[in-house]
């Protein structure tokens, strides 16, 4: 399969530039959406990316304002699923994505709920793992505990101990290497 093309958005409010991948055909009956964790990106979805693009979907993985590729929002208020969301309709009426299947993950699953109530004739349906309506307090004093609160790793091995650190609640079966993928993944 051929690596996934890359490209930019403008934001809802037309002040950043959001990072995009988009993989299989641009034609495809069906365009399905992934949308990445709080600390995430969306190289998150690589794998599943390739596999429903092999099957003729076009599959489309953002990085939110201030995480990944795209650009940071100079002001803390902008950082919430509100402007996430509002992003990624307006990141579908430039693509000319009129409805999309909404793939999410922890955070990403909170857009497409909000995303699917914002504009339900945009979305088809939607996928989401790692949250659900009611949200358990102990995973928001879970993430609360890490976001922020690290410097910057000096090895792979520094930030693969990190990543493992943060997530082995959610991941208990990952082995070194799982670390080691999931820390490239999430650092430059």
């Known amino acids: 399969m051929a690596e996934p093309s890359e490209f930019y958005c403008a934001s809802h409010d037309g002040a950043l530039r959001i990072f995009g991948r988009a993989y299989g055909p641009v034609n495809a009956a069906r365009t399905i959406i992934c949308l990445h964790g709080l600390t995430r990106n969306s190289s998150d979805f690589d794998a599943l990316a390739r596999r429903l693009a092999a099957g003729g979907d076009r599959v ?71 949250v659900g309506p009611e949200i358990d307090p102990r995973g928001i004093e879970r993430i609360r505990g890490y976001v922020g609160k690290r410097g910057a790793p000096q090895s792979w091995e520094e930030a693969a101990q990190i990543i493992a650190q943060d997530n082995a609640v959610a991941f208990p079966d990952f082995k070194l290497e799982d670390w080691l993928a999931m820390a490239h993944r999430a650092y430059v």
């Open 60 to 130: 489309l993985a953002f990085d939110q304002r201030g995480r990944g590729r795209s650009q940071w929002d100079p002001e803390p208020k902008n950082y919430i699923p509100l402007a996430y969301c509002q992003d990624m309709l307006a990141a579908m009426d430039q693509l000319g994505i009129a409805r999309a299947v909404l793939i999410g993950t922890s955070m990403g699953g909170l857009m497409s709920m909000m995303m699917a109530a914002m504009a339900p004739q945009r979305v088809i349906g939607f996928a989401i793992n790692d």
